[in-house]
């Protein structure tokens, strides 16, 4: 017996360590931010730098540091959350970014001279810059682990973040420690605070602060070289202000942010290729022929190189066919991006005259395009959230952060192959269950057709989207699952939503959708107890009422219970802060 149940969840992004008063705070680059508790946070910070000073001897200096390091972390999180743009102005921003949008590169290069840096001093960082709609965060992670094998230190930094906002600031593949993000942040933080009057202008928003945040770390720490990922789309994206570097790459293009990027393919493609640099070559992976026009006509426009990467199974290897470190057939492409960007970058670290970190009399470094040999980094690269799956007992959780219509299908594809091995030795009944919600200006139906509801910590937090729209959107999710499951609805038959006490809206009772408060609460309801991970991870804020526990039973029945969560990273980092905790530690 195989059965199908798919929810719409809604989780508060309510934190008992996060200032009440950050949910309506209106920022963005161009608005200033309601004024925070500063002093006090810069206090902690000084208190804690004085405490380490002066207190150099016996266990309780150990003691000290760590308090006041999970406090100070604590209080920059929530510092850095006064950055986020309230929802109430966002479409203001973007409209007037829409207008001249060359103006937020021109604000980005004030914020980073505001901090002692130049956009000169960044050439010293040795950049690989990776745009593209799908797979660029997961071609950054190749392309770091290809290098870091080679010995290199290396930075990576990328959006957006599953659990905890350090993720995004990477050296040597690991997220900075609590230390080094505590310490940067509140240098670069007190930097701009300090020169907003004098400047007549605001604090940067919450990506261009991190931004300039992770440009100031792999600096200060001397990475080798630095994989920086784009934001959305390129040409006006705030990591463009890099001006030289040592290659670029465009993963697959798709329809994705068309308020801020276009609503055609060749609009979008125009945008990505914003990040092309003259003389600096551009690698891509294969596109269908409209964007491909469009990135070719651009790169003859500002002179550059731009090469089409081959097919994974064209690259030799003695080995035969290689096992990638990321499941699902899309991320071959991925891997082969990765390769050409590994391959150049070398060369150009040889050709600078650099001393070697590792023996790099490889042949990757002297081949054609066509037989680079494949690199062993590949197979050991790690990147969460993304194809990833995880196995507790009886209950196995497959995640993918996919949220565009060709995410979504390659999603079902590995999820489909995955879910035929794994089920094909089980006896008894299997239940598949779907955890699904979406965020921004997606059209959550196209997406559940492409397949076939749950919203976060401090770290977690989205000040972009108000209560309501996430309530509606997780009601339309709903409605949308009904639509094209065909099911139908007993007449009258309708149930308060699970969230009490908030907005007074109504979703009708469906057989196989269910609208949960939180992440927990639906992870909790589909494991019934049966996923030791999840035992440990206490009661949810909004508990479930007794008459929807009532409809687990045959989730207790099954043999075993396949639960796919995809349709947003925000979902898959709020589940994953439950279903592998040291994530969160």
Same mark, same amino acid.
């Given at each position: 017996?195989?059965?199908?149940?798919?929810?719409?969840i809604?989780?508060?992004t309510?934190?008992?360590h996060?200032?009440?008063?950050?949910?309506?705070?209106?920022?963005s680059?161009d608005?200033?931010?309601?004024?925070?508790?500063?002093?006090?946070?810069?206090?902690?910070?000084v208190?804690?730098?004085?405490g380490?000073?002066?207190r150099?001897?016996?266990?309780?200096?150990?003691?000290?540091?760590?308090?006041c390091?999970?406090?100070?972390?604590?209080e920059?999180?929530?510092?850095?959350?006064?950055?986020?743009?309230?929802?109430?102005?966002?479409?203001?921003?973007?409209r007037?970014?829409?207008?001249?949008?060359?103006?937020?590169?021109?604000?980005?290069?004030?914020?980073l001279?505001?901090?002692?840096?130049?956009?000169?001093?960044?050439?010293?960082?040795?950049?690989?810059h990776?745009?593209g709609?799908?797979?660029?965060?997961?071609?950054?992670?190749?392309?770091e682990?290809?290098?870091?094998?080679?010995?290199?230190?290396?930075?990576?930094?990328?959006?957006?973040?599953?659990?905890q906002?350090?993720e995004?600031?990477?050296?040597?593949?690991?997220?900075?420690?609590?230390?080094?993000?505590?310490?940067y942040?509140?240098?670069?933080?007190?930097q701009?605070?300090?020169?907003k009057?004098?400047?007549?202008?605001?604090?940067?928003?919450?990506?261009s602060?991190?931004?300039?945040? *992770?440009?100031?770390?792999?600096?200060?720490?001397?990475?080798?070289?630095?994989?920086?990922?784009?934001?959305?789309?390129?040409?006006?994206?705030?990591?463009?202000?890099?001006?030289?570097?040592?290659?670029?790459?465009?993963s697959?293009?798709?329809?994705?942010?068309?308020?801020?990027?276009?609503?055609?393919?060749?609009?979008? *493609?125009?945008?990505?290729?914003?990040?092309?640099?003259?003389?600096?070559p551009?690698?891509?992976?294969?596109?269908p022929?409209?964007?491909?026009?469009v990135?070719?006509?651009?790169?003859?426009?500002i002179?550059?190189?731009?090469?089409?990467?081959?097919?994974?199974?064209?690259?030799?290897?003695?080995?035969?066919?290689?096992?990638?470190?990321?499941?699902?057939?899309?991320?071959?492409?991925?891997?082969?991006l990765?390769?050409q960007?590994?391959?150049?970058w070398?060369?150009?670290?040889?050709q600078s005259?650099?001393?070697?970190?590792?023996?790099?009399?490889?042949?990757?470094?002297?081949?054609p395009?066509?037989s680079?040999?494949?690199?062993?980094g590949?197979?050991?690269?790690e990147?969460?959230?993304?194809?990833q799956?995880l196995?507790?007992?009886?209950?196995t959780?497959y995640l993918?952060?996919?949220?565009t219509?060709?995410?979504?299908?390659?999603?079902?594809?590995?999820f489909?192959?995955?879910?035929?091995?794994?089920?094909?030795?089980?006896?008894?009944?299997?239940?598949?269950?779907?955890?699904f919600?979406?965020?921004?200006?997606?059209?959550?139906?196209?997406?559940?057709s492409a397949?076939?509801?749950?919203?976060?910590?401090?770290?977690?937090?989205?000040?972009?989207?108000s209560?309501?729209?996430?309530?509606?959107?997780?009601?339309?999710n709903?409605?949308?699952?009904?639509?094209?499951s065909?099911?139908?609805?007993k007449?009258?038959s309708?149930s308060?939503l699970?969230?009490?006490?908030?907005?007074?809206?109504?979703?009708?009772t469906?057989?196989?959708?269910?609208?949960?408060?939180?992440?927990?609460?639906?992870?909790?309801?589909i494991?019934?107890?049966?996923?030791?991970?999840?035992?440990t991870?206490?009661?949810p804020y909004l508990?479930?009422q007794?008459?929807?526990?009532a409809? *687990?039973?045959?989730?207790?029945?099954?043999?075993?219970v396949?639960?796919?969560?995809?349709?947003?990273?925000?979902?898959?980092g709020?589940?994953?802060?439950y279903?592998?905790?040291?994530? *969160?530690?």
């Open positions: 017996m195989c059965v199908w149940f798919g929810f719409i809604l989780a508060w309510w934190s008992p996060t200032d009440s008063k950050a949910r309506n705070i209106q920022t680059g608005i200033s931010p309601v004024p925070t508790k500063k002093k006090a946070i810069l206090g902690l910070w208190r804690f730098r004085v380490v000073t002066v150099v001897r016996g266990l309780g200096l150990r003691i000290i540091k760590q308090t390091v999970r406090v100070c972390v604590q920059a999180v929530c510092a850095l959350n006064t950055l986020q743009t309230n929802v109430s102005v966002l479409d203001q921003v973007r007037e970014r829409s207008d001249q949008p060359e103006l937020q590169l021109q604000a980005m290069r004030g914020f001279h505001r901090t002692g840096l130049t956009v000169d001093k960044l050439d010293h960082l040795n950049i690989i990776v745009t709609t799908k797979g660029k965060g997961s071609t950054c992670a190749f392309t682990r290809i290098l870091r094998d080679y010995g290199f230190r290396t930075g990576f930094y990328s959006s957006p973040h599953l659990v906002v350090r995004r600031i990477r050296i040597n593949g690991q997220p900075i420690s609590k230390e080094l993000f505590t310490k942040f509140w240098e670069v933080f007190a701009l605070d300090d020169t009057d004098s400047h007549g202008v605001s604090m940067p928003a919450y990506f602060f991190l931004t300039i945040l *992770a440009f100031q770390v792999f600096l200060q720490e001397r990475v080798d070289l630095a994989v920086i990922e784009v934001g959305i789309g390129g040409a006006y994206d705030c990591t463009n202000i890099i001006r030289k570097p040592w290659v670029c790459g465009i697959s293009l798709g329809i994705d942010h068309t308020s801020i990027l276009g609503d055609t393919i060749e609009e979008i *493609a125009w945008q990505k290729a914003g990040i092309f640099k003259p003389g600096v551009v690698f891509t992976v294969k596109q022929d409209r964007p491909m026009t990135l070719q006509g651009r790169a003859k426009e002179g550059c190189p731009l090469w089409v990467c081959p097919d994974l199974e064209q690259y030799e290897s003695g080995a035969g066919h290689l096992s990638l470190g990321l499941a699902g057939q899309q991320q071959r492409c991925n891997a082969s990765a390769l960007l590994s391959k150049t070398l060369q150009r670290y040889r005259g650099h001393n070697m970190k590792n023996d790099l009399s490889h042949p990757s470094l002297t081949s395009l066509i680079l040999p494949l690199s062993p590949l197979e050991a690269t990147w969460p959230g993304r194809t799956t196995r507790h007992g009886p209950v959780y993918d952060g996919a949220h219509t060709g995410s979504m299908q390659a999603c079902v594809h590995w489909s192959q995955e879910i035929q091995q794994e089920e094909s030795s089980n006896r008894g009944p299997v239940i598949r269950v779907l955890l919600n979406t965020t921004g200006e997606r059209d959550s139906a196209i997406l559940l397949a076939l509801f749950c919203k976060n910590n401090a770290d977690q937090q989205n000040f972009n989207v209560v309501e729209n996430m309530l509606t959107r997780c009601l339309d709903q409605i949308s699952w009904q639509s094209l065909g099911t139908e609805t007449q009258g309708e308060e699970l969230i009490k006490d908030r907005l007074p809206l109504l979703a009708k469906r057989t196989n959708t269910l609208v949960f408060p939180c992440i927990l609460s639906a992870l909790q309801w494991s019934q107890g049966r996923d030791t991970v999840l035992a991870a206490g009661c508990p479930v007794p008459s929807v526990m409809k *687990a039973e045959p989730l207790r029945e099954a043999a075993q396949s639960v796919l969560v995809t349709g947003s990273l925000h979902l898959v709020g589940a994953l802060k279903l592998d905790p040291s994530l *969160a530690s």
